[in-house]
């Protein structure tokens, strides 16, 4: 049942990381004129850079960006197709999620309530996820609550809000008003997922079937997952005495768990740089980190949303 969303101003403080820092990073320079831009070129490293789409060499991160004169205030890219969630402003603000082709050009455009939160797409460009934060659900004793979606871009079947999947807690299915979703990332068959879900004041990793559209909990406090390439391991941000966010990896065959060498709390979803390191936004700034634990580096300056284009 659809509910009637009120977004207030408290949303901004609470949840408006993407429009705080949208603001934050324009004041640090103005960006560059635009150039031709193909997201899809293999070699790159995609950020977000200055408010809109940018590129650097993967084996050379530190140069000037090539910028295109697409802005978003979240991003992902893969196989052909980005996804691009971008703000309507308003005294209600809304997004707008757009999908674009190898040119950039928009192809659809999905108009939803909240502020941008995350965005992915999976490996093959097929299969596109956002969340954004919303005010107003009758459950939220916080004051917001999150909506994900998902879109199939080959059939163009879209679920706007994948709150009613069926859920299985530790093997029983799960019913709750409170149940919230965000941070999707697939797996390479275009159909298994796995995102956080929320309820009753505690947070877990949930593995996702789109096709039989059921989900289960594989284990507690983590969010925001991000599975590997070759899908064999995850990486997730874990709340950590007395309440930072430290970034995870789990082994998925041994279900072993163990903290990156990044100290600093960490409030992304994190992207795979290669098989042996993620990276993340960090203080404006765009890092990575190795799964064995080793110090992390930074990548990127002013830059966010990084996606790597082999």
């Known amino acids: 049942m659809k509910r009637v969303v009120v977004l207030l101003v408290a949303v901004v403080v609470l949840a408006g990381g993407a429009v705080a820092y949208a603001t934050w990073a324009a004041s640090r320079g103005a960006a560059p004129a635009a150039a031709a831009f193909d997201p899809g070129v293999p070699g790159r490293l995609l950020v977000r850079s200055a408010g809109r789409i940018a590129a650097v060499p993967l084996d050379d991160p530190g140069a000037a960006p090539t910028v295109s004169g697409t802005a978003c205030d979240r ?4 196989g052909g197709t980005t996804l691009c969630l971008v703000t309507r402003p308003g005294t209600l603000p809304k997004t707008d999620a757009l999908i674009l082709d190898r040119s950039l050009r928009e192809t659809r455009r999905i108009k939803l309530a909240g502020i941008p939160s995350r965005a992915r797409v999976s490996q093959s460009g097929r299969m596109a996820s956002w969340t954004v934060f919303v005010t107003g659900d009758s459950y939220s004793s916080g004051g917001f609550s999150t909506w994900t979606g998902i879109l199939d871009t080959r059939t163009g079947y879209a ?10 807690l530790d093997g029983r299915r799960y019913h709750s008003p409170d149940v919230n979703y965000w941070g999707v990332t697939f797996a390479a068959d275009d159909n298994r997922f796995y ?5 009753k004041g505690k947070t877990y990793l949930v593995e996702g079937d789109f096709g039989a559209w059921r989900a289960r909990t594989l284990r507690e406090n983590a969010e925001c997952p991000s599975l590997s390439p070759d899908g064999r391991h995850l990486v997730f941000k874990k709340r950590v005495s007395p309440g930072p966010w430290r970034l995870h990896a789990l082994d998925l065959k041994t279900m072993r768990e163990t903290p990156l060498g990044e100290s600093a709390s960490v409030d992304d979803q994190a992207a795979w740089l290669d098989e042996r390191s993620v990276m993340y936004a960090k203080d404006g700034d765009v890092w990575a980190a190795p799964l064995d634990g080793g110090p992390p580096r930074l990548l990127v300056r002013d830059a966010s949303s990084p996606v790597a284009v082999r």
């Open 159 to 168: 679920v706007t809000n994948i709150e009613d999947i069926p859920l299985y």
């Open 195 to 199: 995102a956080t879900v929320s309820t």
């Open 75 to 78: 991003f992902h890219s893969a």
